[in-house]
């Protein structure tokens, strides 16, 4: 009888340290649960991105393209297993999720995509860092109260969740740029087109950049192109296809476009396209005030509808 009742009491005393769902042990070290992730892939393609910002791209109407990945880091906050995977594609992932063990108290998952991150960029910044074209960065990120948790077939506590990258910038086009005559005769005998920029644009992702203002402010595509590292939102025409009264010239070639990364702006504060040129010669008995024979086309107001379609990145 004393044995037993030693047996008896040994065994109520391994009902008092009995492991959760989360806290199972194996070999004296402790486990957890598992947390698996979903990688939503809507938004992973996109209208156009342009490869060099710098010049023209070639397009396709009404099509889109997939996102050009580069990198994916999965990263995972908890009290117990915080860590991050690695990937090169979503090709990787094992049927678009990602998974992690031995997990206690989760908080938080983060996905970044082709070095997307959760602060505010600066417009200098994503451009320094080649983010342009179809590698565009994306973040997304979960916190603990959006993971769903359930048990699998062998009792172990499973975390489930789902993160939806988003483009942390807006994407602006611009295409069909040509002389046209109104049927009143044209002033000019020769105008040459330098090029193109955008202005009025946000600096940074959010509030002001380096104590200045807010959105750009230039006054000339000379300004436009030494400030370059600052707002590189620009094209510039070649040499030999700079003549703005060649019949039927389509600025860029048919099927192209001018194609720019920039910050998403209120719908009453958008950017303003600038166009530039030079070599600008009047006919007689019209009057060009500029002595430097140089003007501005501008564009402030943008028309959009159902039926618009986005032109595609070449690779």
């Known amino acids: 009888m004393k044995i037993s009742k030693s047996l008896f009491l040994a065994f109520a005393g391994l009902g008092l340290f009995a492991c959760s769902n989360e806290d199972v042990t194996e070999n004296g070290v402790q486990g957890g649960a598992d947390v698996t992730v979903t990688v939503n892939p809507q938004g992973l393609s996109r209208g156009s991105r342009a490869i060099d910002p710098s010049n023209p791209i070639n397009g396709v109407n009404g099509d889109e393209q997939d996102v050009d990945i580069n990198s994916i880091v999965v990263k995972l906050t908890a009290g117990v297993g915080s860590n991050e995977q690695k990937f090169t594609s979503m090709s990787e992932l094992t049927n678009g999720t990602v998974t992690f063990n031995g997990v206690r108290n989760p908080s938080k998952i983060e996905v970044f995509i082709n070095g997307g991150k959760a602060e505010d960029w600066t417009l200098a910044e994503f451009y320094q860092g080649n983010h342009v074209g179809l590698a565009a960065p994306m973040y997304g990120s979960a916190d603990g109260n959006e993971f769903e948790t359930t048990t699998s077939a062998e009792g ?8 939806t990258p988003k483009h942390e910038t807006a994407l ?4 069909g740029i040509s002389h046209k005559d109104d049927g009143e005769g044209c002033i000019f005998n020769a105008i040459n087109f330098e090029g193109l920029f955008l202005n009025h644009v946000k600096l ?14 230039v006054e000339s595509f000379y300004d436009v192109q030494q400030l370059g590292y600052l ?6 025409i070649a040499d030999a296809d700079m003549n703005f009264l060649t019949p039927l010239k389509v600025w860029p070639a048919e099927g192209k476009c001018y194609s720019y990364n920039i910050f ?8 303003v396209l600038t166009l530039c040129f030079k070599d600008i010669a009047v006919k007689d008995g019209q009057v060009w005030a500029n002595a430097d024979n140089k003007g501005y086309a501008t564009v402030k107001t943008y028309k959009l509808t159902e039926v618009s379609h986005p032109f595609i990145s070449a690779i």
Do not use: C, H, R
């Open 156 to 163: 172990k506590t499973v975390y489930n969740v789902t993160v």
């Open 172 to 175: 602006l086009e611009f295409s």
């Open 204 to 217: 940074a992702e959010n509030g002001q950049y380096m104590g200045d203002d807010n959105l750009t402010k």
């Open 231 to 236: 707002i590189p939102t620009y094209s510039v």
């Open 264 to 271: 998403p702006q209120a719908s009453l504060d958008l950017p």
